[in-house]
C-alpha cells in the first residue's frame, strides 16, 4: 500500500472511476466520504491538505471534537461532515448542530426529533435512509417492507431534505456483495417510481466499493485504505 494519504486517496480515487466507466457512469457522480472515526484530527487535516473535503464519523462526540478542534475548526465552511454511524434520539440535537448529511435515519421518530431539531435551528437537514438487508442482529436499519411508509412519513416533516438511501452490508468478499448493493439500487428505483426521488445511494467501503460504484454508489465510505487500519 502506497504511504502517504495523498498517494492512498489518488489510488482510490482512480480505481472509483474506472468501476464507474465499467459501468457506463460519469466518475463524477460518485463522491468519497473519506471516515475518519478514531482517526486524529491532525491526520484528517493531512487529508484536507490532499484534496479530501468529505469526512465519516459514526460518534457525535467525537465528531464534536473534531470539527471544533484547533486544526479543523477553522476549515468548517470547506468541509462537508456527515454522520454515517447509528444516532440515538437523546444525541439528535448535537448531530443536527454538527452534521451536513445524516446517513442513518431509520425510524420515523428518530425522523421527527431530527426535524424538530432542524426547525429550532433554522436548517433544512439532508438526511439518507438506512435499509437493512441483512438479518445480522447489529445491523441498524428500517426494514424493506417498512422503506415506502418511513418515506412518507418523513415527506411531511418541513425540516428534513431525504436525498437517498444508505445501507452496509454483512462483512463478506467483495463480489459477495454485489447483490446487496444492487437491492439498494432496486429499492431506490422502485421508491422514486412512487414519486420520492432519491439521487444518493450511500454504499461500499474499503474492501467493496469498487462493486457498490459498478451497482450506481454515488457515497462511498472508506476509511482503512486511506488511512491504514484502525488501532
Ligand atoms: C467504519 C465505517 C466505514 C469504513 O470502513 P473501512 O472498512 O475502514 O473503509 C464505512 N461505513 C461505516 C458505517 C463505518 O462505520
Known sequence: MADTI?????GIY???SHAAMRAGRD???VRLVAVTKTIQASRVLEAHHAGLRVFGENRVQEAQDKVTSAELGPLRSTIEWHLIGHLQKNKAKHAVSLFDMIHTVDSLELATVLDHHAERLG???KVLVQVKLSEEETKHGV????L???LEGISSLRNLHPLGLMTMPPYLEAEETRPYFRKLRELRDDAETRGFPLPELSMGMSHDFTVAVEEGATLVRIGTAI???RA
Open 227 to 229: 488511512f491504514g487500519e
Open 143 to 146: 426494514p424493506v417492507d417498512g
Open 148 to 150: 415506502i411508509p418511513l
Open 123 to 125: 436548517k433544512v437537514q
Open 14 to 16: 482512480r480505481q472509483m
Open 27 to 29: 466518475p463524477a457522480e
Open 6 to 10: 495523498l498517494e492512498r486517496a489518488s
